[in-house]
């Protein structure tokens, strides 16, 4: 899952991206509303979190830009605790949510969480193909009654294949919603992190669910 995050603040920004990355999502962070608005109408991206006080272009009319432009993705806004007026003005201009300032990352994680399982239409978060189920509050994933481990790349891959079941992932598309920005989509790398989760999945199984498509990229099924 791809996140955008609009904060001219560093340290707040920083703490956020940080965060967001722990929990395996790819994350690119804007420090102005005019390139938060560009990336946000380029980019597909699964949620976009979104201060309202931003140099420039005002969050509230990036908001508004957005939703003018017909782009349906997710918004959290931030505010601060005393800009009642403008969390009013956020939720109105077609914000989702909102979250004010300061705030603990624990809060804004599930926040997250809980309009991402919305968006996707799930609202269990229960991810689950033939006899995998991913939970994605706790990470937990398992096949049949075998536990799996992942790094946060691997989960973040197998999270994103699950989420789009039956449906062929271009290389750009996978690259778009697991890594950020600065990602060489020339590189071999989504090869390889194939690699590691078929050896996790797949080895020893009499039913493949991770499956190549020649010339198209991958797509996870259960139709053998």
Not at 24 to 45: E, K, P, R
Not at 197 to 219: A, F
């Amino acid at each position: 899952m791809r996140i955008l995050v609009v904060e001219d603040e560093p340290k707040v920004a920083s703490f956020i991206r940080r965060a967001l990355e722990e929990e395996s999502y790819a994350v690119d962070v804007c420090a102005d509303g005019a390139g938060g608005l560009d990336w946000a109408q380029t980019i597909n991206y699964d949620l976009i979190i979104l201060d309202l006080m931003l140099p420039g272009l005002p969050g509230v009319e990036v908001l508004k830009r957005t939703r003018a432009a017909g782009i349906k993705t997710p918004v959290m806004i931030l505010t601060a605790r005393s800009e009642v007026d403008q969390r009013v003005k956020g939720l109105d201009a077609g914000a989702d949510d909102y979250l004010t300032k300061p705030f603990a990352i624990e809060e804004l994680l599930a926040r997250a969480r809980a309009l991402l399982r919305r968006s996707g239409g799930a609202p269990s978060g229960i991810l689950q193909v033939e006899d995998v189920v991913l939970n994605p509050v706790t990470r937990e994933v398992t096949r049949g009654d075998q536990r799996l481990e992942f790094t946060t790349k691997e989960y973040a891959l197998l999270e994103y294949l699950m989420r789009n079941a039956g449906r062929v992932l271009t290389r750009s598309m996978i690259a778009e919603h697991v890594w950020d920005l600065d990602f060489d989509t020339f590189t071999n790398v989504i090869d390889v992190y194939i690699s590691y989760l078929r050896n996790k999945i797949d080895k020893g199984r009499e039913r493949s669910l991770i499956q190549t498509i020649r010339g198209s990229g991958y797509m996870m099924r259960s139709d053998g």
